[in-house]
């Protein structure tokens, strides 16, 4: 088996799939029971205009439910997997500026109460969350990469 | 199902999403509600301390306390003389100096519903250090008493807010002034300055409450009375916020408990629990 038959193999696939779906659920149930602290979050990066951050913190843990749970029941699997690459994209580049103007900020990824932790240890968590994002990214690109060439190989069969 | 782009599917995820927020927010406690549109003029300034080496973790109340102490320092309004404050000698070397009072940026504060007739401009204020951690704070007074005397605490029109420390906050909640708790109303359940009222900046009542109040204020001898707010010291701006949503409408005699609810644990002040002030 080669690394690319592996990479996008359906024992490994659907296996993706649903730790992705999973993790984007824990993340979002959190945020469902108190936005009012989701909005306090989205508030420190200092990125979202004021009259937006309420939408927002309402809206987003909705779309990372509804996402997950779309990816683990594999309904409209593809459209799942362009929201969640799309969110992930937006909270890698959201961290990354708030890193580039050194406003330390709590991610409020998965829990939505202030972690008490210094100026250094949220610079620390911050780097820490990045690289969860690309690995979740990283996820993401295996369903595409594994559906794409199901896909080819379901219009071409080997000869 | 039979939408098959991706980006129908998206959309279709995202209205849905947009449904159940909308649906969730209506039929959720009002504590956990949101306003759909929000009114936080500062959204997209970064606070100044965000650069600077950060407060240690506050994991308990007195060890928070002793941290800010080191950092911070006390703003007094011009005109408020020294505090009569056996823990803060003047000899006492400032760790660091920081500006004194966050100036309210004019530009940026939202004019709430209310109306407000303050002419916006920036005043520098007096500082003095506060003293190191180390030197013990005195206890805080009962409140109720009237004998403490508060008339240094003049009212500040051409800014939002003074931030002071625990003595001059001790001085205050001995002479009856008002204490408003900016932080979440759950944790103000589980604890808060005796006496203080509720106004969480974060929950959808905001607007009512700071209504309520304004019509309890309405003479302007009342609104220049003094109101100490207080969150939770540290980073917290919840105060900060909610003093500039007074000022704009017409109350001109607001302080910032700086080291917040934490300093005032760590010095003994009174404390209640439960929703009753």
């Known amino acids: ?159 | 199902m039979t939408l098959r782009h991706p980006i129908l599917q998206t959309s279709a995820l995202l209205m849905g999403a947009a449904i159940c927020a909308l649906v969730a927010n209506a039929t959720a406690p009002q504590q956990r509600q949101l306003r759909l549109v929000g009114s936080y003029p500062n959204a997209l300034r970064i606070p100044a301390r965000a650069s600077s080496p950060a407060l240690p973790a506050p994991s308990s109340a007195s060890e928070s306390a002793a941290a800010v102490t080191q950092t911070s320092i006390v703003s007094q309004a011009p005109g408020i003389p020294p505090a009569t404050d056996s823990s803060s000698p003047a000899a006492t070397p400032a760790v660091k100096i920081t500006p004194l009072v966050h100036e309210p940026a004019s530009d940026k504060i939202a004019k709430p519903t209310l109306t407000t007739s303050h002419p916006p401009s920036s005043t520098n204020g007096i500082s003095r250090p506060v003293a190191p951690a180390a030197n013990p704070a005195p206890p805080v007074k009962a409140s109720g008493s009237a004998s403490a005397d508060v008339s240094r605490f003049s009212p500040h029109p051409e800014k939002a807010y003074v931030e002071i420390g625990g003595a001059d906050v001790a001085a205050l909640h001995s002479a009856g002034a008002l204490f408003l708790d900016a932080r979440r109303t759950s944790v103000f359940e589980q604890g808060h300055v005796a006496g203080a009222r509720s106004i969480s900046v974060w929950e959808s009542d905001l607007e009512e409450k700071v209504r309520r109040l304004f019509d309890e204020r309405s003479d302007a001898r009342d609104q220049a009375k003094p109101v100490v707010i207080y969150c939770s010291g540290g980073d917290c701006e919840d105060s900060h916020m909610l003093a500039e949503k007074l000022w704009g409408i017409q109350f001109n005699n607001v302080y910032v408990y700086k080291d917040g609810f934490p300093d005032w644990q760590k010095r003994g002040g009174a404390v209640r629990t439960g929703t009753a002030p």
């Open chain 1, 1 to 159: 088996m080669t690394f690319r038959q592996a990479l996008t193999h359906p024992w490994l696939t659907i296996r993706v799939q649903l730790a992705l779906g999973a993790i984007f659920i824990a993340a979002a149930i959190p945020k469902i029971i108190d936005p009012p602290s989701f909005a306090h979050m989205i508030y420190n990066y200092r990125l979202v205009p004021g009259p937006l951050v309420n939408l927002i913190a309402l809206l987003m843990p909705w779309a990372e439910i509804l996402a997950g749970l779309a990816l683990i029941l594999g309904v409209w699997k593809r459209g799942a997997r362009m929201l969640i690459g799309l969110m992930l994209v937006v909270f890698i580049v959201a961290i990354l500026i708030n890193l580039a103007r050194g406003n330390a900020i709590d991610c409020g990824c998965f829990n939505v109460s202030e972690a008490g932790k210094t100026f250094e240890q949220r610079l620390t968590s911050m780097w820490w969350d990045i690289l969860r994002d690309l690995g979740m990214l990283a996820m993401v690109g295996q369903l595409a990469f594994a559906e794409r060439r199901t896909t080819v190989e379901s219009i071409a069969p080997p000869m």
